[in-house]
């Protein structure tokens, strides 16, 4: 059975970081793009980042760059997020999703991934 496993989550202060894992099981993420998700309470669902199955020329939303690297480790089958200098309005479940695609094209729209994961809760308070 193909999952995604999302990791990592937690509350931080502002200016903090986070690392999430993606972790997938029953395949191997060798042909697929990961995008990593975000939905805050009574928001839509918002692209954050997104790698291609070679991990070249990732793509970031405007408001996480600079401030998010998106990587990815095949031979681990893991993908991570890494979150500097957070900010209360990325308060949000967090999502991994996979597409199989192996282009240099990569979206940010949610309707084009296909795996998703559970998702875990990242919370940035003082």
């Known amino acids: 059975q193909m999952q995604l496993v999302e990791s990592g989550g937690g509350l931080v202060q502002p200016g903090g970081s986070l690392r999430l894992s993606c972790a997938a099981s029953?395949?191997?993420?060798?042909?697929?793009?990961i995008a990593w998700f975000r939905q805050a309470p009574g928001k839509e669902r918002e692209g954050v980042s997104c790698?291609?199955?070679?991990?070249?020329?990732?793509n970031y939303a405007d408001s996480v760059k600079g401030r998010f690297t998106i990587s990815r480790d095949n031979a681990k089958n893991t993908v991570w997020l890494q979150m500097n200098s957070l900010k209360p309005e990325d308060t949000a479940v967090y999502y991994c999703?996979?597409?199989?695609?192996?282009?240099?094209?990569?979206?940010?729209?949610?309707?084009?991934?296909?795996?998703w994961g559970q998702g875990t809760q990242v919370t940035v308070s003082s």
């Open positions: 999703a996979a597409v199989h695609y192996s282009g240099s094209y990569l979206s940010l729209d949610k309707h084009e991934y296909d795996y």
């Open positions: 029953g395949f191997t993420l060798d042909y697929y793009a």
């Open positions: 790698i291609g199955a070679a991990g070249g020329s990732p």
